[in-house]
T-cell receptor, first 112, second 110 residues
């Protein structure tokens, strides 16, 4: 069965370190998205991609970057982790504008 | 910017009751609206997707309606069960992304 997988499930890192969260989907979806979920804010879009070599900034992109070298993967990098980036991160994918999202199980990141 | 609001933030009902969860959005120019369920510490599970041209969608005991002109969607849960306890999120798709509400936390009491 097709799926969308995030790794790691949990991560603790120190302030200032670079961290990369992985997202891998086997749906063959063109569109992929990264959200963060925080109490009181709901889910907020960080970055998204409509296909290979395409990346776009979302609402809360500062301090984050993504790259899309193939259809299956959209890794999210925190360039220099900050305590404000402690959150739960979700990756999602979709076939296109008229289709819904499929979500991964999330990565809980703690920056100490 | 699209704003999505869900009221109430929390709801507690006895088992067997029918209930309605509300979702409102400020920009009616949406492609579709999706309802999700999220269990504590888990990811989001898609429940229903309603296209902008549709009025409602049904799946088992769940029925979602969409009124674009008034910027409203409702999720109707029939004959609620304790297993329905979760947070329910709605998300409105403006074309380049989904905008999410903060959810309604539902507790169904046995």
């Amino acid at each position: 069965d097709a799926e969308i997988t995030q790794s790691p499930r949990h991560k603790i890192t120190e302030t200032g370190r670079q961290v990369t969260l992985a997202c891998h989907q086997t749906w063959n979806h063109n569109n992929m998205f990264w959200y963060r979920q925080d109490l009181g804010h709901g889910l907020r879009l960080i970055h998204y991609s409509y296909g290979v070599q395409d990346t776009n900034k979302g609402e809360v992109s500062d301090g984050y970057s993504v790259s899309r070298s193939n259809t299956e993967d959209l890794p999210l990098t925190l360039e220099s982790a900050a305590s404000s980036q402690t959150s739960v991160y979700f990756c999602a994918s979709s076939s296109g504008l008229t289709y819904g999202y499929t979500f991964g199980s999330g990565t809980r990141l703690t920056v100490v | 910017k699209q704003e999505v609001t869900q009221i109430p933030a929390a709801l507690s009902v006895p088992e067997g009751e029918n209930l309605v969860l509300n979702c409102s959005f400020t920009d009616s120019a949406i492609y579709n609206l999706q309802w999700f369920r999220q269990d504590p510490g888990k990811g989001l599970t898609s429940l229903l997707l309603i296209q902008s041209s549709q009025r409602e969608q049904t799946s088992g005991r769940l029925n979602a309606s969409l009124d674009k002109s008034s910027g409203r969607s409702t999720l109707y849960i029939a004959a609620s069960q304790p297993g329905d306890s979760a947070t329910y999120l709605c998300a409105a798709n403006t074309g380049n992304q989904f905008y999410f509400g903060t959810g309604t936390s539902l507790t169904v009491i046995p």
